[in-house]
């Protein structure tokens, strides 16, 4: 009996959903799905295509990047994942892409403003671009370092990993979480399509000023505030 299907059907789905919205080329990106109860994360194999991806490819491992279940070699960035899993004990999924306007922000070392009510919508902070490795973290262990340069900018810039679910890695590109590894992959699309918004808002004008204060309070809060009234309370 694989005590770990369940996992790897949530991870291969964010898997083949990435692929889908577009956010990956060839087989750059992953999604990792965490296990909190038995302390394990299912990642995607590494440069696997997805027309072949299966299930039962997903690989499991443990917070300190020790392979539990699984015949192929976890995804490059594995070490990046473990490291968010075990600091940040309040997310359930993480998904890494080299998505075109996510990387061009990233590589311009820039936060994305709040131009918007689509950003603000999602969160009211400017997403957070965290600045290029230092080169001692670049010659050591690279992909454990990445979560390490993650967590300094979340430290530096007093964010909340709950309320902002998205970095910018300097000159690198994009990781994003949430409370599963479906989550993750929407706040991948989310990302991506705001990136998208602010570079064409910057050429329209260059000048653009950003989202007034009580605008970014008022769309933020009526989806996640305590009184939000965005969409529908379903039944089942």
């Known amino acids: 009996m694989n005590t770990y299907k369940e996992l790897q059907r949530e991870c291969y789905e964010a898997n083949m959903q990435l692929d889908a919205l577009k956010l990956v080329v060839y087989t750059f990106g992953n999604v990792s799905a965490v296990d ?21 490819d ?8 020790n392979i539990i279940e699984g015949r192929l070699r976890p995804s490059s960035d594995t070490k990046t994942h473990a490291y968010l899993y075990k600091n940040w004990e ?4 993480i998904s890494h892409t080299h998505a075109i306007y996510s990387v061009a922000w ?4 820039m936060d994305i403003p709040v131009f918007g009510t689509t950003h603000a919508d999602h969160l009211t902070t400017d997403i ?9 973290l670049i010659e050591g262990n690279y992909e454990y370092n990445t979560g390490i340069q993650i967590l300094e900018c979340f430290k530096e ?23 599963n590894a479906e989550k993750a992959v929407y706040n991948s699309k989310v990302l991506e ?6 570079y064409l808002t910057r050429q329209i004008n260059p000048d653009a000023e950003r989202l007034k204060d009580s605008l ?16 529908q309370e379903f039944k089942h």
């Not at 990233?106 to 070392?109: S, V």
């Not at 957070?128 to 001692?136: F, G, K």
């Not at 810039?157 to 409370?179: A, C, D, R, Y």
């Not at 399509?193 to 602010?198: G, L, P, Q, S, W």
Request: glycine content about 10%.
């Open 58 to 65: 997903m690989v499991i491992l443990d917070f300190d990047a």
């Open 90 to 93: 309040n997310i359930g999924g």
């Open 36 to 56: 909190r109860d038995k302390g394990v994360f299912a990642i995607k194999p590494s440069g696997v295509p997805y027309d072949i991806l299966k299930p039962e």
């Open 157 to 179: 810039k007093q964010l909340s990993p709950e309320e902002v679910e998205m970095v910018l890695i300097g000159n690198h590109g994009p990781f994003t979480w949430g409370k």
């Open 106 to 109: 990233a590589q311009a070392q």
């Open 193 to 198: 399509t705001i990136a998208e918004m602010a």
């Open 128 to 136: 957070p671009c965290a600045p290029p490795m230092r080169d001692e």
């Open 216 to 231: 970014i309070k008022k769309h933020y809060e009526r989806k996640h505030g305590k009184n939000a009234y965005y969409g």
